[in-house]
T-cell receptor, first 118, second 113 residues
Framework: AQKVTQAQTEISVVEKEDVTLDCVYE???????LFWYKQPPSGELVFLIR??????QNEISGRYSWNFQKSTSSFNFTITASQVVDSAVYFCALSPGNIKAAGNKLTFGGGTRVLVKP | DTAVSQTPKYLVTQMGNDKSIKCEQNLGHDTMYWYKQDSKKFLKIMFS???????INETVPNRFSPKSPDKAHLNLHINSLELGDSAVYFC????????????FGPGTRLTVT
């Protein structure tokens, strides 16, 4: 069974501070995929990043960066110089990597609410 | 153009009624999904269809029945609605054969009174 844990339920920061969201996962698969999604107050789910289990390179996209550490089963997300528009719920998710199985389901963590104050 | 659309956005109904939520994607994806998000924001998959074929069916009451008339559409019909069905229902789609990212619709907030 797959499991994703986001231990931080809510984080509050002041604008321009950095914020790191933790994500720890459990899976027996040797191949799997990890994702981060953002859910702003308007409610939609916005895809941010996908990472496969064989690629442990960290990734940076603008003010966003991701740190994947297979040894600790973690896929953490950092927002640098946070802005009010970053206020949202962020979800980490995991799917099996069996490419023969169409439509692998996403197992989501419980989400972390980030509140960026001006 | 909206990639994944759902109708209606809000649905308020009484217990015991039957209702449907429609989903359409114009991304050319072969696989579509329904997820339920409860009041605590927890997201859980309900169903998945690939080319109109049901491939994932989680433990969901029989009152919920998905229908896929073609690979661009996946509808969700709910019979005999209960208070506990109140939630936000998200439709999503992705490419076939692999863990490609899923793109989500705007969600349908269902309130059962």
């Amino acid at each position: 069974a797959q499991k994703v844990t986001q231990a931080q339920t809510e984080i509050s920061v002041v604008e321009k501070e950095d914020v790191t969201l933790d994500c720890v996962y459990e899976t027996r698969d040797t191949t799997y995929y990890l994702f981060w999604y953002k859910q702003p107050p308007s409610g939609e789910l916005v895809f941010l990043i996908r990472r496969n289990s064989f690629d442990e390179q960290n990734e940076i996209s603008g003010r966003y960066s991701w740190n994947f550490q297979k040894s600790t089963s973690s896929f953490n997300f950092t927002i640098t110089a946070s802005q009010v528009v970053d206020s949202a719920v962020y979800f980490c998710a995991l799917s099996p990597g069996n490419i023969k199985a169409a439509g692998n389901k996403l197992t989501f963590g419980g989400g972390t609410r980030v509140l960026v104050k001006p | 153009d909206t990639a994944v659309s759902q109708t209606p956005k809000y649905l308020v109904t009484q217990m015991g009624n039957d209702k449907s939520i429609k989903c359409e994607q114009n991304l050319g994806h072969d696989t579509m999904y329904w997820y339920k998000q409860d009041s605590k924001k927890f997201l859980k998959i309900m169903f998945s269809y690939n080319n109109k074929e049901l491939i994932i069916n989680e433990t969901v009451p029989n009152r919920f029945s998905p229908k896929s008339p073609d690979k661009a559409h996946l509808n969700l019909h709910i019979n005999s609605l209960e208070l506990g069905d109140s939630a936000v229902y998200f439709c999503a789609s992705s490419q076939t054969a692999g863990s490609y990212e899923q793109y989500f619709g705007p969600g349908t907030r269902l309130t059962v009174t």
